[in-house]
């Protein structure tokens, strides 16, 4: 049963500025960097060295784990070197970075792939490098194998896209339709689910309209009230079925599959031509840039090489954010790549990244109503800060949130309680329970 | 780039709410009980006022900046508040010196010794208030009738009437304000105007006041004076205190409780403990009481009504 709404969140203001324009192609850049690790997952070993000539669509990483999805070149050329980088979030990651000849040459391995069994299908889907494009990046081999012992009757097709500024799966709404329908069509009937529902926030209209006249038989739409998050995996499922992930647990054990629009429409088009996930559409927005647009770029390209192709900045950007503000992740060097699950970058000039002054938490429980998790996110704070961890896990529930910010957003003291609860996260990652 | 960029945790937009901003709410809607205060009871009710919030102000900016060598917190308007609302709760014909000293109780005491905003286990002008009340009681319940001339008649308050068996005044006197009182507490019209500003602009949510009131109404009517069910709600909702109680006191973030069932909890009980004491105590008056009774049960509230976290169970 559809509630179309889920308890908690915030209306932080939407800025899809980008909703209307056409996705731009970017031109090959002047290096990329492809980073061996853009999944939740065990890390690819690099298959190339520096000298070596490479393909579009060649592999460069792989490894055995299950849990990993392969990285392919994004470009043909010359590998000039396999090296350590410090990527965002302070982790060192091994990195293949190519010069492009120009050509882009397609790698002989590039052919559509034959399916004849739900085994041939998701070795496929691991073979194409795929991960979840919501941001998440969660292998998409892995996700469409649920667990044995659960009962998967829904697939959820997330198009919430609920973070401000970012309009990249609305694009491949109004744009690639079709692909939509089509990607959704092989997963149902490799998974075996019955039925598909699109779940689409009703500030989109246009999409609606699109997907509702394409969607048939098994696939529906559902509108759902635009509120931050309602993307976010548990909301998006609670809002288009009633029915809460266990604590815990996967939505498998809810009954249900959640994908990426994106993503399936990537399935489509990968079936169809076996080219794996070497670009993107992104949503370059914010105060700093001079065009905000989409634009379809080569993963492992600069960040800066993205901005400049969009006319370069009308303010000196003070704050760079790979993905939504409300999520996304602030970049220390706009040297960094566009990985896999890139959907956004975000400029912010100075007055907007400016960091607000924190003052005592006066209890006014505007983080309580905003929590979509029902957590109390002010004594999360405090029992973290306090390294009171026993109460963060076992009365607080400190596992149990999302990181979606609706608490910091809404903080009249402007606190951090997402910043805390991280660490809080890391402590008790640290020190497991005996 | 040479320029270094800004890293930092997200989420890296924040909404406009803000702690001063909140603050000024409160003041903006006690505007209109205060005008209605110095209406009534004249220009000493405007020193009084004058006297609090200055020497609030005072106070916290000297024990945090001076004593306590910390960030100067005059700014978030939290004392000023304190001020105003120690003011409204005071007799219009109080000395000047003991507003001061409740005002000292009030920030330096009940405030800043705990820990500053956000820390203090009662609200600091209801504690300050019975402070006052129990160091100074004569001159504490000494009530101005409406228009008086200096030092001229006293008039009880129409609780104090009931009490003692005066003559109570009619209802409409009792919705505009002409009667005996606390300079900010008699006018219901213009406390109902200041909680429907502070509703409007979120800055309170609607249970708390609304629930409270309702306890009070239903508590009266029920155990009336001639038996069973035949009480007057009307009188005892705005007689005393409570619509200032109900609207400003009470619904003080700090101490009250932070979910739905603690906070109906919390109300409920401010009702009841407010009829209690009005009716089976030596105390005309059981608003003030009755709220810092539940501010000190506030953590205990709290503890055991943690909300079901999602994906708890239940629904599943």
């Known amino acids: ?434 | 780039m040479e320029n270094k960029l800004t890293v930092s945790s997200s989420p890296h937009i924040r909404s406009n709410a803000a702690t001063h901003k909140l603050m000024l709410d409160v003041i903006i809607a006690l505007i209109p009980a205060s005008l209605a205060g110095i209406y009534f009871f004249g220009v000493s009710a405007l020193a009084v006022i004058v006297v609090c919030m200055t020497s609030c102000i005072g106070f916290e900016y000297l024990s945090r900046v001076i004593l306590l060598k910390r960030n100067n917190t005059v700014p978030d308007l939290s004392a000023a508040v304190t001020g105003l609302l120690l003011a409204l709760n005071l007799p219009p014909s109080i000395p000047l010196w003991i507003a001061i000293v409740g005002s000292f109780f009030a920030i330096v005491v009940i405030k800043q010794l705990f820990g500053g905003l956000g820390q203090n286990f009662i609200n600091p002008a209801l504690g300050a208030r019975a402070f006052l009340l129990i160091a100074y009681g004569p001159r504490m319940t000494n009530w101005t009738a409406p228009f008086a001339q200096v030092d001229a008649v006293s008039a009880a308050t129409p609780l104090a009437a009931l009490k003692e068996g005066g003559t109570l005044p009619n209802i409409m006197d009792m919705l505009l304000g002409n009667i005996g009182g606390c300079i900010g507490e008699t006018s219901a019209i213009a406390l109902i105007i200041g909680g429907i500003y502070l509703l409007v602009r979120r800055v309170i949510s609607w249970e708390i006041p609304v629930i409270y009131i309702a306890t009070v109404g239903l508590f009266s009517w029920i155990l009336g004076p001639e038996g069973l069910l035949t009480g007057n709600p009307l009188f005892h909702v705005l007689a005393g205190g409570l619509m200032l109680g109900a609207f400003f006191m009470a619904t003080d973030y700090t101490t009250s409780p932070m979910s739905g069932k603690g906070i109906i909890i919390y109300a409920v009980g401010c009702g009841i403990l407010t009829m209690l004491f009005r009716l089976y105590t030596n105390m005309p008056e059981g608003v003030s009481f009755a709220i810092l009774f539940m501010n000190v049960a506030t953590p205990l509230i709290d503890r055991y009504t943690v909300p079901k976290r999602f994906g708890g169970g239940a629904h599943v």
């Not at chain 1, 192609?25 to 997952?41: A, E, F, R, S, Y």
């Not at chain 1, 690099?46 to 579009?56: A, I, L, Q």
């Not at chain 1, 849990?67 to 010359?78: D, E, F, K, L, W």
């Not at chain 1, 993503?263 to 076996?274: D, E, M, N, P, R």
């Open chain 1, 1 to 434: 049963m559809a509630l179309h709404v889920f308890k908690g969140g915030v209306h932080p203001p939407q800025q899809k500025n980008t909703a209307e324009m056409a996705t731009k192609t970017m031109g090959l850049p002047t290096k990329v960097v492809i980073p061996m690790v853009q999944h939740l997952g065990a890390p690819c070993q690099p298959k190339v060295s520096k000298g070596d000539m490479v393909k579009v669509g060649q592999v460069i990483g792989d490894t055995d784990a299950y849990v990993s999805a392969p990285i392919h070149s994004s470009v043909s050329g010359t590998v000039t070197g396999v090296d350590q980088i410090v990527l965002s979030g302070n982790r060192p990651v091994m990195c293949v970075e190519i010069k492009p000849d120009g050509l882009q040459e397609i790698s002989e391995t590039v052919a559509p792939p034959v399916i004849e069994s739900k085994e041939s299908f998701l070795s496929a889907i691991r073979a194409s490098g795929l991960t979840g494009l919501g941001g998440a990046a969660f292998p998409a081999h892995v996700k469409l194998n649920p667990p044995k012992g659960t009962q998967v009757d829904t697939l959820i097709i997330n198009a919430a896209e609920c973070e401000p500024y970012i309009t990249s799966d609305y694009r491949e709404c109004m744009e690639n339709t079709q692909g939509i329908m089509e990607g959704i069509k092989h997963v149902l009937k490799w998974t075996g689910i019955s039925k598909a529902v699109i779940g689409i926030e009703d500030n989109k209209p246009d999409a609606i309209k699109k997907l509702t006249q394409a969607a048939s038989g098994q696939i529906s739409v559902v509108s759902l009230h635009a509120r931050y998050p309602q993307g976010a995996e548990k909301t998006l499922i609670y809002a288009l079925t009633g029915r809460q992930v266990p604590s815990g647990k996967l939505p498998a054990d809810s009954g249900c599959l959640v994908m990426n629009v994106t993503s399936v429409a990537f399935i489509a088009a990968y079936l169809k031509t076996g080219m794996p996930l070497i670009k993107k559409r992104i949503t370059i927005d914010g105060s700093a840039v001079k065009c905000p647009q989409n634009v379809e770029v080569l993963i492992g390209t600069p960040i800066s090489e993205v901005f400049d192709f969009c006319g370069g900045y009308k303010e000196i950007p003070e704050k760079v954010i790979m993905g939504g503000p409300m999520m996304g992740v602030s970049q220390f060097s706009l040297d960094l790549p566009v990985l896999k699950n890139t959907n956004a970058l975000i400029a912010l000039d100075e007055k907007e990244a400016k960091l607000p002054q924190e003052s005592a938490c006066i209890r006014c429980g505007r983080c309580v109503k905003a929590c979509p998790m029902s957590l109390l996110p002010l004594e999360l704070d405090r029992a973290v800060r306090a390294g009171n961890m026993e109460d963060a896990q076992g009365k607080y529930h400190l596992l149990d949130c999302i990181e979606c910010g609706c608490c910091v957003y809404a903080c009249p003291a402007k606190r951090r309680m997402v910043q805390t609860i991280r660490l809080g996260k890391d402590i008790a990652r640290r020190n497991p329970k005996k």
